[in-house]
């Protein structure tokens, strides 16, 4: 497992941009696929984006494509998560996870790492 931690939330206005960082601790994140899920009281943690240990593949859920990008740099065990055109509907707790697998990263269950989350408000 690695520790990850959050950063990059905060309040911001419909149509405008935040950048999520998530900075995981440990010589083996680049082993590990990385994704984001987000949180609303009351509803289950859903899948945003993820990435592949090498950068090559990304996926992104169907509410977010076309508006965040999801990128990673190992040498820097970071991972960031680019929200352009942001939406009230956006309004969440994001977490940052890890998966040692290359597959089904849609789901929660194929993590095994998670940080404490950083919440995003957008304003209407």
């Known amino acids: 497992q690695v520790q990850l931690a959050e950063s990059g939330g905060g309040l911001v206005q419909a149509g405008g941009s935040l950048r999520l960082s998530c900075a995981a601790s440990?010589?083996?994140?680049?082993?590990?696929?990385m994704g984001w899920f987000r949180q609303v009281p009351g509803k289950e943690r859903a899948f945003v984006a993820a990435?592949?240990?090498?950068?090559?593949?990304?996926y992104y859920g169907d509410s977010v494509k076309g508006r965040f990008t999801i990128s990673r740099d190992n040498a820097k065990n970071t991972v960031y998560l680019q929200m352009n055109s942001l939406k009230p509907e956006d309004t969440a707790v994001y977490y940052c996870?890890?998966?040692?697998?290359?597959?089904?990263?849609?789901?929660?269950?194929?993590?095994?790492?998670w940080g404490q989350g950083t919440q995003v408000t957008v304003s209407s």
């Open positions: 996870a890890a998966s040692p697998n290359t597959y089904a990263l849609s789901y929660r269950d194929n993590y095994d790492s």
């Open positions: 440990g010589r083996t994140f680049s082993t590990y696929s």
């Open positions: 990435i592949s240990r090498n950068t090559i593949s990304t």
